[in-house]
């Protein structure tokens, strides 16, 4: 027991922590993260995160572990990747290989906002769920409360370290619906692009791409779903929750 506690404060060289520090602030920058957030996952202080990222002490080997496993990522260069946890809790490398633990930040209830498809300048808002599936050991997204009961989708959630965005997608005998978000933002949003195929007349589809939202339900304090028209008085709200989408910008859309 006394040998772990030696090799667990063990401390990392300057330069080690230098690194360390660099790849923290890299994946906070990413993911839209606070140093408070990251610090309650890792079960630290936000003293001891703060002092290790301002050069004013070094990281120890059990800091560095307990943040690799917050992350989800190898802190350290050269050196061996911190093992995810045993069972079913890590998701296959398909979705990005992430433990439960890792992404825990991502499950919550959202409204999900985009432009209606079928009605100039309203709104569609409905509900989407994201949670870790244990029988497929990955995240998945429900969707509910949609006026279109008939579309509502579950998928799974990717979530690859390189990006630095998330994916959620749906694979329907064949066919593919594509939504590619951002990290979320410090209040939990996240923006990005819906891709997927419109109803028309008959059996006509049209592929289509438009700005989307994830709102965490709790953010608002009527989370109206349906179809919003401008005169809703969610309308303004959920409007500038999309237009942020293209204004920050989170995403492009470039002309033909």
């Given amino acids: ?9 063990k401390q990392l060289s300057d330069e080690q922590s230098r690194e360390v520090a660099e790849t923290i ?9 606070s140093r408070q957030a990251l610090a309650e996952q890792a079960k630290l202080s936000l003293s001891t995160l703060e002092k290790a990222l301002g050069g004013r002490r070094p990281f120890t080997l059990a800091t560095t572990v307990r ?25 296959p490398d398909s979705l990005g290989s992430y433990s439960h633990r890792a ?23 409905y509900r989407t769920e994201i949670f870790w599936e244990a029988k497929v ?14 579309y509502e989708h579950t998928g799974e959630v990717a ?8 994916y959620l997608v749906i694979i329907k005998h064949g066919q593919h619906r594509v939504i590619t978000v951002s990290r979320p933002t410090v209040a939990g949003e996240m923006y990005g692009i ?58 492009l859309f470039l002309p033909g």
């Fill in 103 to 125: 992404v825990t930040w991502l499950e919550d209830v959202y409204i999900t906002l985009r432009p209606s498809f079928g009605a100039k300048d309203a709104i569609f808002a």
């Fill in 194 to 251: 819906i891709s997927t195929l419109r109803a028309g007349p008959g059996s006509q589809l049209t592929p289509i791409a438009a700005p989307i939202a994830y709102v965490p339900a709790r953010n608002i304090g009527d989370p109206a779903v349906g179809r919003i028209a401008p005169d809703h008085a969610n309308y303004k709200l959920y409007r500038d929750h999309l237009r942020r989408t293209v204004d920050e910008p989170f995403a």
């Fill in 1 to 9: 027991m006394q040998m772990q506690d030696k090799i667990s404060d």
């Fill in 159 to 166: 979530v690859p370290h390189q990006s630095g965005f998330i």
């Fill in 137 to 150: 050991s990955s995240l998945v997204f429900r969707e509910g409360e949609r006026t279109d009961a008939a």
């Fill in 25 to 33: 602030r890299e994946e906070l920058a990413k993911r839209r993260i």
């Fill in 67 to 91: 943040l690799e496993q917050a992350l989800g990522v190898s802190l350290r260069k050269n050196t061996v990747v911190v093992a995810p946890p045993a069972g079913n809790d890590v998701a």
